[in-house]
């Protein structure tokens, strides 16, 4: 069955950078545009980015613009999340996910729309 893997999370202080990955297996990667969400302690999940199935669109939520790059490898089946300058307030279980598209520019900001999701993995900033 369809697989999401994340690895790459920890704990780390504010200013520090981690790099996230996700790796899918089971499924025609290039047909699917790939998203991470993450859910704060005591809130609800929410969009962090995505990227097409080509990578070549991407799309940030406001608060990691600038500091968070998305990237994706087609070759190697895996999506990463660059997380640069962090902030105490991006402590989270991130979750990478994966929706099925037609379009080769498409992104989605959605989490309902996605098909496909990763057992999440922590990412604790510390001030």
């Known amino acids: 069955q369809v697989q999401l893997v994340e690895s790459g999370g920890g704990l780390v202080q504010a200013g520090d950078s981690l790099r996230l990955s996700c790796a899918a297996s089971?499924?025609?990667?290039?047909?699917?545009?790939m998203g991470w969400f993450r859910q704060p302690p005591g809130k609800e999940r929410e969009f962090v980015a995505a990227i097409s199935r080509d990578g070549g669109s991407t799309h940030y939520t406001d608060s990691v613009k600038g500091r968070f790059t998305i990237s994706r490898d087609n070759a190697k089946n895996t999506v990463y999340l660059q997380m640069n300058s962090l902030k105490p307030e991006d402590t989270a279980v991130y979750y990478c996910a994966a929706t099925r598209v037609f379009g080769r520019s498409t992104v989605r900001t959605t989490r309902e729309m996605y098909d496909y999701w990763g057992q999440g993995t922590q990412v604790t900033v510390s001030s």
């Open positions: 089971e499924l025609t990667f290039t047909t699917y545009s």
